[in-house]
């Protein structure tokens, strides 16, 4: 299935790449302007559209080229060179970064909700607070005792004080940070305002 996905996708792209939509037909017929037919206006029949590749698009009302009848060797050399340019170093790094954290974050995730399921307390909340402080919030986790757990009644006999805690004291982190930053660029963007709030 991913197999047909992909050649699917390469056929439209390939498709997109070869045919390029003809404006002014002018520039085929008559590109130095050495006669005074207006190709654009005259009816041209079949012979003549296969001749120079032309076909109509009725999608968009207008004349299209195939693409081997208005590249030379240049432009092909120029495509072969376009795809085969190697990555840039900096944006295969990049990549690799972001793979790298989205991997370890996605694993914390989950070795934050199969703990949290072991030792009975609020899955989500516990996923939020090791999203925000990292490994840090997982170890608290990790050390904190088993909540007691009614499992007849599937129901948790005690709150899980020490995650909503955290939860709490982690949306107040990041507020305060929102505000620091704002009030930075509130003092960059009127470096006055120190003075007149010293005075």
């Not at 070869?18 to 041209?44: A, G, K, Q, S």
Request: hydrophobic share 45%; net charge negative.
């Amino acid at each position: 299935m991913l197999s047909l996905l992909m050649s699917l996708l390469s056929c439209s792209r390939t498709s997109r790449h070869e045919d390029r939509i003809v404006t002014d037909l002018n520039e085929i017929f008559d590109p130095d302007n050495e006669t005074y037919t207006d190709w654009n206006h005259t009816e041209m029949d079949d012979d003549l559209k296969e001749a120079f590749g032309l076909y109509y698009d009725p999608d968009i009302h207008a004349y299209r080229q195939k693409y081997e009848y208005y590249t030379n060797e240049n432009d092909v050399k120029y495509e072969k060179e376009k795809r085969s340019k190697p990555l840039n170093p900096i944006t295969g790094h990049l990549i690799w970064l972001v793979l790298l954290v989205v991997s370890a974050e996605a694993y914390l995730i989950y070795s934050t909700w199969v703990q949290a399921k072991k030792l009975h307390r609020v899955a989500w909340m516990w996923i939020v607070n090791c999203i925000i402080g990292g490994m840090a919030s997982f170890i608290v986790l990790a050390l904190s005792r088993e909540l007691e757990y009614d499992e007849d009644l599937d129901i948790r006999q005690e709150c899980d004080l020490l995650g909503r805690t955290m939860f709490v004291m982690n949306l107040f982190a990041i507020l305060l940070i929102a505000v620091g930053v704002s009030f930075y660029i509130a003092i960059l963007r009127n470096p006055h305002a120190i003075n007149e709030f010293l005075r």
